[in-house]
């Protein structure tokens, strides 16, 4: 049996389904995915309003605004 996480830090779902919460964070302007470089397609996603901490993610060029 699953059990959530009552802080709400982790957040499971479908992200292929646009009414899963998971799949709306994931389009977070916040949102950033590590070792995506390295085509493994990562399906973890992390937050941070941080832009440092952001940066540190492999798709954070791809979000920038130039």
């Given at each position: 049996m699953c059990e959530i996480c009552?802080?709400?830090?982790?957040?499971?779902g479908d992200l292929n389904n646009p009414e899963h919460k998971?799949?709306?964070?994931s389009?977070?302007?916040n949102a950033f995915?590590?070792?995506?470089?390295l085509g493994l397609d990562p399906q973890v996603y992390y937050m941070s309003k941080r832009e440092w901490v952001?940066?540190?993610g492999d798709n954070y060029a791809?979000?920038?605004?130039h």
């Open positions: 009552p802080s709400g830090a982790i957040t499971f998971v799949h709306q964070l389009k977070d302007p995915r590590l070792l995506e470089k952001r940066k540190q791809a979000k920038a605004k």
